[in-house]
């Protein structure tokens, strides 16, 4: 018979680096776009995962070293093979007591319906604009459960100031991955007060200046994100070169909507990219860096 | 010494669901091109695994909700990520034994022939999209083509030789080949992919399925796509090692066209109005106007590409017919798959979009 603790026993044997069960109930209120109960009526809780991003990749990328090592392995390893191959045992486990296993690996490269922002570690994302529900009282596909509150559901962190998650002992440098199922587990209590103190090293930390009082400007981050500011150690002159812009640009002082973000993404091409979809991080996170450096001083992680 | 035991011991401890092993006189009257025994002629067996879909993919697609994790995780994740990391410890184990492991994930047929239509050259497969915009600006069709093959030596099969997985996954004794075409198994009904290793060590092979029918023959398939794809009275008989194979016969590229776009309504992604319009008659195909080929195709390809991006990863299966439709009667009415959830996949009417 399956319970919670053989599910986070396996889990932690699969390679999570933690491991947390929510009741589903903790998504009550949440717009029909962003509910699991969409994916399955009859769910009763939602399983979350946490897998470790190594800190030595944020390490070499603030030392200008070496960065695509944080993009192919910190990001695009864990989420399509580590965390796929992770998921498709853990639902196997569950599938074998006879409960649906809704695999939600990160779908990093859609928005729901009137979501405008992006994902800056891929060439682009794509909203579902023209989604249409199929039937009254459905939401518009495709139904995209929002990561961070999954998480703290589930009882493994809060996001901080920059909207990232924020795990004890991982700090931000983590990657997620759910499973909403029908098997009556015990949960965990959701994740209290946020690790995040509001310092503001995370804003104080990005070149482009994209977190601010609500959060993170995810198309300003973008541009950064692929190395439009005067720190990126591949900087040439010929970036921008004759833009009156130019210098607003690489300062972070220009501001950048889905419009013009799209338009000077061609224009910064540092490291190869396009083969797999991902874009290399050339502000080297500088925001996780600085908050987990923060937060391991203060003592929290 | 290697043994049949210890190859399928190594292959549910390191992820597949179910093993079994097949000799390679089984495929006996296969077409040369799509006969194994020209990819390494000195084979004595193949080893098929079974990898399973959850159905909990399948259920954003009975909600209407949730499409992406299905390609993502049950066809990208298990065939190009879960089921080669099992080929690879597999096939470890045999080369340890001396002997060649040729391992053969599923590639989404990049055959001589297509696995569409059995024609040479161009081919395509469902769940893979095609990049409309920048194949039109070259000379081949497709990315997938392989209309330049030609054989290494006389006597030889132009590479890459892709043989029918379903038909093998019957060699090696795992299943039985439903009216829909779908492998189906007694654990999984049509809800599993297979992978293969062809290898000159000689196994204990596992006996061809003869158990009950895995089939029901009650047509769920055929009533449910949405694209009439397939036929409820003509069939394609297919013998492997003695075993007659029988399904419907089906329309490829029809069921190519309607799993990727699914028609007015079962496409939630692409406006109603967009199908009234039917621009230059682009959607015919898919409004049951016209025959489906592969030109017709890609006048929905392009037509469509603008509001669901091929860019974005696998096709989805829009279409929800026969697979869901499949599990859903087995569930109710027994077949295969007997008792394996405590909940039904399907508690009420299937959707189809009021348009």
């Known amino acids: ?301 | 010494m290697l043994t049949s035991e210890m190859i399928k011991e190594r292959a549910l401890a390191a992820g597949a669901d179910n093993c079994g092993i097949g000799s390679m006189d089984r495929f006996e009257g296969a077409p040369p091109e799509m006969d194994p025994r020209y990819i390494f002629p000195e084979a004595k067996s193949i080893v098929g695994m079974v990898f399973r879909i959850p159905r909990g993919v399948q259920r954003g697609i009975e909600e209407g909700t949730q499409f992406y994790q299905y390609p993502s995780m049950a066809y990208g994740g298990i065939n190009e990520i879960f089921a080669p990391a099992v080929l690879y410890q597999v096939g470890q184990l045999i080369e340890d034994h001396g002997y060649e492991a040729c391992i053969y994930r599923n590639t989404g047929a990049r055959g001589v022939v297509s696995d569409m239509d059995g024609s040479p050259g161009n081919t395509l497969s469902p769940e893979e999209q095609i990049e409309v915009v920048n194949q039109a600006k070259r000379k081949t069709a497709h990315h997938r083509s392989v209309q330049f093959t030609r054989p290494a030596r006389p006597g030889q099969i132009p590479p890459d030789l892709q043989f029918h997985f379903r038909l093998a996954a019957v060699a090696c004794g795992l299943g039985e080949i439903g009216w829909s075409k779908m492998f189906l198994t007694k654990e999984f009904g049509p809800l599993q992919r297979v992978a293969f290793i062809f290898t000159d060590a000689e196994l204990e092979p596992d006996p061809l399925y003869s158990g009950k029918p895995l089939c029901r023959r009650c047509m769920a398939c055929v009533r449910e796509c949405p694209g009439g794809c397939l036929s409820r009275t003509e069939s394609i008989k297919v013998s492997i090692g003695g075993k007659i194979c029988e399904w419907g016969k089906l329309d490829e590229w029809r069921c190519y066209a309607f799993y990727t776009h699914g028609g007015r309504k079962f496409n939630p992604f692409v406006p109603k109005e967009v199908w009234d319009k039917n621009e230059n008659g682009d959607l015919d195909l898919l409004e049951g106007k016209s025959q489906a080929s592969e030109k017709e195709i890609m006048k929905v390809y392009r037509a469509l590409e603008k509001y669901f991006p091929s860019w974005v990863g696998y096709n989805m299966a829009k279409c929800g017919g026969c697979i869901r439709a499949c599990v859903s009667m087995l569930e109710k009415k027994g077949g295969c798959m007997e008792g394996r959830f405590k909940e039904p996949l399907r508690t009420g009417k299937a959707w189809v979009m009021d348009r």
């Open chain 1, 1 to 301: 018979m399956i319970n919670a603790e053989i599910i986070k026993q396996k889990a932690l044997e699969y390679g999570a680096a933690a491991v947390g069960i929510g009741d589903i109930a903790g998504f009550a209120g949440v717009s029909p776009q962003r509910d699991p109960k969409m994916i399955l009526p009859h769910a009763k809780c939602i399983i979350g995962f946490l897998f470790r991003v190594p800190r030595a990749l944020f390490r070499t990328m603030n030392e200008h070293t070496q960065f695509m090592q944080y993009t192919q392995v910190g990001v695009k390893y864990i989420d399509e093979d580590l965390s796929e191959i992770f998921l498709l045992k853990m639902g196997a486990l569950i599938e074998n007591e006879g409960y649906d296993a809704c695999l939600q690996r990160n779908i990093s490269n859609l928005r729901i319906k009137g979501d405008h922002s992006t994902n800056p570690e891929l060439v682009d994302t794509y909203e579902l604009v023209n989604a249409e529900p199929v039937a009254p009282g459905k939401p518009a596909p495709d139904v995209i459960i929002d990561f961070n509150l999954a998480a703290a559901v589930c009882g493994l962190g809060r996001a901080g100031d920059s909207g990232h998650l924020i795990a004890p002992k991982l700090g931000p440098f983590l990657r997620m991955a759910f499973i909403v199922t029908d098997a009556p587990l015990v949960c965990d209590p959701p994740f209290g007060a946020p690790l995040c103190d509001h310092c503001g090293a995370c804003a104080a930390a990005c070149p482009g200046k994209a977190i601010g009082e609500e959060g993170t400007d995810t198309w300003q981050c973008a541009v950064y994100y692929r190395g439009a500011h005067k720190s990126n150690p591949f900087m040439t002159e010929q970036f921008l070169a004759g833009d009156p812009e130019r210098e607003q640009v690489i300062e972070g002082e220009k501001h950048f909507d889905r419009e013009s973000a799209r338009a000077i993404y061609k224009k910064i091409d540092f490291l190869p990219s396009r083969s797999t979809g991902y874009i290399p991080c050339i502000c080297g996170r500088a925001c996780d860096a600085a908050c987990y450096r923060h937060l391991k001083e203060k003592g929290v992680l």
